[in-house]
C-alpha cells in the first residue's frame, strides 16, 4: 500500500506531484511475481529476476495526451550534462543507494483505492514494458556479464497479451476482441494504404 503521508498530499494542488522510492512494492513482486516459487508467478517475466529495477510511488496520477497515467515504466538516461546531470544522479543515489537502470513509477492515489486484480494488472503491465533485448538473429541478447539484456518496448496491441490471458480483457481490449470476432462490416481491405501514419511509416 502507498504510504499515507503521500495520499494525503495528492490532496494539496499547491504541493505539486510527490515522489517517494517503494522497495517494498519491488520485494513483493518479486517474491510473488518473478520467483518461481511465487503465489502468482509469471514466466514471462523470468528476465526480470535479477533486473536492476526499483519502485517508485507518486503521490498522484497525472494526464498526458486526454489519458490518465497510472503508471510508467522507463529507462533511466540522464539528457544532460555538468550540474544537471549530478543532482539527478544525487537524486537516485539518495532515494535507491545507486543509479538503477530502470524505474516503474505508480500513481499512489489509484494503488490506494484499486483492487488486488486491478493492482497486479497495473504492475504487470508495466514489467511487460521492460523486456530482454535480442540480438541480430532473433535470439535473447545477453550482457558480458550473462545477464539479460534489457530494452523498453512498447505494447502488443492496446494491452499485453500476458496481461489480458492473466487477467482478463479490459473494456477497450474486449471491443477489440469483439470486433475481431464479427464479420467484417466493409470486408477485408488493407487499411495501412487509407492511413496517414502507417503511410509514414511505409516511405
Known sequence: MP???????????DFGIRLAPAPEVWEWLSAEILADTGKIHNEDHAHLLDADIQIMWA???????????????????????GWQKARMEQQMRDW?????AFIITLAADYCDQCSDLE???LIEHELYHIAQATDKY????????????????GHDVEEFVGVVRRYGASHDVQALVDAANSPAEVGKLNIARACGTCLLKLA
Open 3 to 13: 504510504p499515507a503521508s503521500l495520499l494525503k498530499l495528492s490532496d494539496l494542488s
Open 59 to 81: 503521490s498522484s496520477h497525472f494526464e498526458k495526451q486526454g489519458r490518465t497515467v497510472l503508471g510508467q515504466a522507463e529507462q533511466v538516461a540522464f539528457r544532460a550534462g
Open 96 to 100: 535507491f543507494g545507486g543509479v538503477p
Open 119 to 121: 493492482f497486479c494488472a
Open 138 to 153: 532473433g535470439q535473447p541478447a545477453f550482457t558480458e556479464e550473462g545477464m539479460p539484456k534489457l530494452k523498453i518496448r
